[in-house]
């Protein structure tokens, strides 16, 4: 399942309640081609990983999360645990993601 952010208040309530979850971030938006591409496959992942929490935030509907977290481009993904970021790449590279859900999980 992919929850979706709408804004910084939600953000932040959704990584306190992740607790020590991997929490796997899509910033993404509906123009934005690659976005389009790699969101089955992140769906995909959401199906897969059941202990890993996926959000996924439009940059135009939540512009202050985008703002808050520094979004250059999409798609940026970020991770986090317990709260903080521990990796972030941008791009639609399948393999990287995955790979990194895997490293972190």
């Known amino acids: ?3 979706i952010i709408e804004d910084k208040e939600g953000f932040d309530k959704a990584l306190e309640e992740a607790g020590d979850k991997l929490v796997v971030v899509d910033f993404t938006a ?3 081609g690659p976005c389009q591409s790699i969101a089955p496959f992140f769906k995909g992942l959401s199906e ?4 890993v929490v996926f959000l996924k935030v439009d940059v135009d509907d939540a ?3 985008a703002s808050f977290c ?3 481009c999409m798609p940026t ?3 986090y645990k317990d709260q903080k970021k521990v990796e972030e790449f941008s791009g639609s590279n399948q393999a990287k993601l995955e790979e990194l859900v895997n490293t972190h999980k």
């Open 48 to 51: 897969n990983y059941q202990s």
């Open 77 to 79: 993904f970020h991770f």
């Open 63 to 65: 512009p202050d999360v």
């Open 1 to 3: 399942m992919i929850i």
């Open 70 to 72: 520094d979004i250059k």
């Open 30 to 32: 509906t123009w934005c």
